[in-house]
């Protein structure tokens, strides 16, 4: 098979007419390239695999099976979100999969970040190959490929991951209808697809979830106050109207105590790190300036709200030295 490669003189998509005509003409190559057959989609709910979904409904309704495989590391509403989206709004064909336990209980103990990372990884592949066996007669896999991926293991900068590591019977034929697109341009076509801004314009995430922001070896306790900590961010940020401007923020809990106070009584508990930064590439990244009155804020709301914390800290470290991420 011919992979499809982006024209050198493709108008960059950037408004909802262009991202329209794009959705178009896509609609009916899929349904020339997939007839009556069926497709299989690991349906994340980030941007990417969310168009690419909306996308296959459009053409072809339920013969598309969306798998949406709940690893525990997810953010605080992402799961329900992704169903009433797909299943309930949607009407797609979505397979909802609680591994939450499944996952944590294969990282239990574990603390080195890269043995995490693979643990996540094998631990989806696992989850989601024993998903695509129980169903009869699929014969394609949608990817939410993206031209970025491409470029960026062309050039050997990363490995480009999607699908890799699925065993031999089920490497299916693949679908990949926003191959050939920038990232702002999959926003435009989720826009123009009806996704919620929400969906469309999330930040990045990564792979592994809240896992790679809870330190060492992770317990359901300390990943509880990261996930409850991180929504109240999310929702703080959006009320200072911040949400689209930040390139990425997010909270960490690390794996450390200290002593507080609490209603005359001594608490020994954690911290709760705030990161929020700015980049174009995330191969460096500066501090965003926080207004000291949302620091107060989010100081007050996460030690009151968010059980086993109290304190709250701010990352003032740029990329370089320090990663975006903790892990
Ligand atoms: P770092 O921490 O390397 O992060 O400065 C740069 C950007 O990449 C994201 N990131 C990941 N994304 N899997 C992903 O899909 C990962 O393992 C991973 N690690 C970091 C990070 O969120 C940031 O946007």
Redesign the pocket.
Known sequence: MVLESRPENMQRINGPALAQAYIDERIAMLREQIGEKKVLLALSGGVDSSVVAAMLIRAIGRQLTCVHVNHGLLRKGEPEQVIRVFRDEMDANLIYVDAVDRFLDKLAGVADPETK?KIIGAEFIEVFAEEARKLDGISFLGQGTIWPDILESEAGIKAH?NAGGLPEDLRFELVEPVRILFKDEVREVGRALGLPAGMVER??????GLG?RCPGAITRERLEAVRESDAILREEFAAAGLAGKV??Y?TVVPDFKSTGIRDGKRTFEWPVIIRAVN?TD??S?TVEELPFALMQKLVGRITAEVRGVNRVLYDFTP?PC??????
């Open positions: 990372r991951h930040q990045p995430f990564p792979g592994p790679v390139w990425q997010f980049t995330a191969m990244a990329k320090a990663t975006i991420e903790y892990e």
